[in-house]
């Protein structure tokens, strides 16, 4: 039976940031967007291994999602899949989301009255 990891033992380890892509989750408007990854997904536990520290990961909630249970050989691989998944998301809200939103919502800090 593997120990039971608390979530900020992950967390330290990795520096506070998602292992993927970066995300910086040091400041608590982050931190609340960071979550432990299984790398080696769940599902594929026969021995409880993916429970063991060496396997979990930090990850931003959005990373986590889009690798969902993907198995890929290591942390790079995955970071390089997942990079272009970003590119591709960055692309479809250019062309399709940021020419709904107008140009006084784009400033940094704008609130919508």
């Keep these: 039976m593997s120990k039971k990891y608390a979530d900020e033992e ?3 380890r990795d520096g506070f940031r998602c292992v993927y892509c970066g995300f910086d989750g040091r400041q608590f408007e982050g931190w609340a967007f960071l ?3 299984h790398f080696k997904p769940k ?3 026969q021995d409880g291994n993916t429970h063991e520290l060496e396997n979990l990961k930090t990850a931003c909630c959005i990373c986590n999602a889009m690798k969902g249970g993907s198995e890929w050989k ?3 691989e ?4 997942l990079k272009l998944m970003w ?5 479809y809200w250019e062309k ?3 020419p709904l939103v ?5 400033q940094p800090g704008a609130i919508s009255k």
């Design 78 to 81: 995955a970071r390089e899949r």
């Design 96 to 98: 399709n989301g940021l």
């Design 87 to 91: 590119d591709q998301m960055r692309r």
């Design 43 to 45: 599902r594929l536990d």
């Design 35 to 37: 979550v432990v990854d």
């Design 74 to 76: 290591d942390v790079g």
């Design 102 to 106: 107008s140009p006084e919502e784009t």
């Design 10 to 12: 992950v967390f330290q």
